[in-house]
T-cell receptor
Framework: EPEVTQTPSHQVTQMGQEVILRCVPI?????FYWYRQILGQKVEFLVS????????KSEIFDDQFSVERPDGSNFTLKIRSTKLEDSAMYFC???????????FGDGTRLSIL | AQSVTQLGSHVSVSEGALVLLRCNYS??????LFWYVQYPNQGLQLLLK??????LVKGINGFEAEFKKSETSFHLTKPSAHMSDAAEYFC????????????FGQGTELSVKP
């Protein structure tokens, strides 16, 4: 069964550094998402992406964050200048269409030191 | 604001006993409802979904859930718990008119005792 893959599984970065989290969505899916889960808290929506542009973003997704689909298969989340509070598990998801079930990757655990 | 509430952050059952995980939502428009399961160090796996039609939906691993509009609930059940069911369970809602983002509940950790 096709699956969403995320790399790396664990990223450790110094505060203030830039990080790029990578995702390969399911190939025939059109909608892409990033979520994050801070330890002990609920899964929170960050951003959705469709037709090469952001369709919706949350209050968390400020100017430090950006997303890109550089080559038609990868979907990346960039955090320009990381803060301690960015430490979390970041999940990528994709879906065939709006309102369709979203399929999640195994996540990237981001640790900011 | 739309929200999802899961009653009980931790539920413990004996192997073979009924599993009942509660989920209530608030929404001003008809929602799409989902249950996801998360095993340790893994991503979120879809258990089942409700979009339209039959209000009792069956999912993987013997789970099912019933959409009750009058109670704004979507509780997850399984007649007989298995040790392998131990995991974190998340109820989530999509509001179709809000771009398809999932709004999650806090999650319920299910423990299964031998």
């Amino acid at each position: 069964e096709p699956e969403v893959t995320q790399t790396p599984s664990h990223q450790v970065t110094q505060m203030g550094q830039e990080v790029i989290l990578r995702c390969v969505p399911i190939s025939n899916h059109l909608y892409f998402y990033w979520y994050r889960q801070i330890l002990g808290q609920k899964v929170e929506f960050l951003v959705s992406f469709y037709n090469n542009e952001i369709s919706e973003k949350s209050e968390i997704f400020d100017d430090q964050f950006s997303v890109e689909r550089p080559d038609g298969s990868n979907f990346t989340l960039k955090i320009r200048s990381t803060k301690l509070e960015d430490s979390a598990m970041y999940f990528c998801a994709s879906s065939e269409g709006l309102g369709q079930p979203q399929h999640f990757g195994d996540g990237t655990r981001l640790s900011i030191l | 604001a739309q929200s999802v509430t899961q009653l009980g952050s931790h539920v413990s059952v004996s192997e073979g006993a009924l599993v009942l995980l509660r989920c209530n939502y608030s929404s001003s428009v008809p929602p799409y409802l989902f249950w996801y399961v998360q095993y340790p160090n893994q991503g979120l796996q879809l258990l089942l979904k409700y979009t339209t039609g039959a209000t009792l939906v069956k999912g993987i691993n013997g789970f099912e859930a019933e959409f009750k509009k009058s109670e704004t609930s979507f509780h997850l059940t399984k007649p007989s718990a298995h040790m392998s069911d131990a995991a974190e369970y998340f109820c989530a809602v999509i509001l179709y008119n809000q771009g398809g983002k999932l709004i999650f509940g806090q999650g319920t950790e299910l423990s299964v005792k031998p």
